[in-house]
């Protein structure tokens, strides 16, 4: 069987409770067809780049599923009918990655507000042409 990674954007009236029962939905759907979900994570509520049947933010959900192509194309057929569900992609994957995906993990290389402010302020100190 093919490994897949399916990431779905459900609408924003929905609350956490709601998304994860569709979340469940669908697991019911893959695991009736022949397949296994292997991770799921929930990326919470986010702003999306261009409103959407005038959503401005959507509750993000991403499975690895490992299934027959059958399988896809029903659960896929399913997303297309619930309203809930705002926009899916499905991709084909070679290996099932390890660990939580990018979207889980903080950035710790990014410099802190704070930290570019206090460099600002040191620099206008120096500049106050006082002797």
Known sequence: ??????????????????TEQLSKDLTKIVSANG?????QEY????????KIRKNRKGHYTMF?????????EELERNMRLNEDILRYLTV????????PSVMMTARPDRPRRTDRYEDNV???????GNP
């Open 92 to 99: 084909k994957i070679d290996t099932l990655p390890e660990g």
């Open 64 to 72: 690895h599923i490992e299934a027959p192509s059958s399988t896809i």
């Open 122 to 128: 040191s620099a206008k100190d120096s500049f106050s």
């Open 35 to 39: 397949g296994e979900i292997k991770n």
């Open 1 to 18: 069987m093919a490994i897949y990674e399916c990431v779905f954007i459900a609408r924003q009236e929905l609350t956490a409770a709601q």
């Open 43 to 50: 990326w919470g509520l986010r702003n999306l780049a261009y």
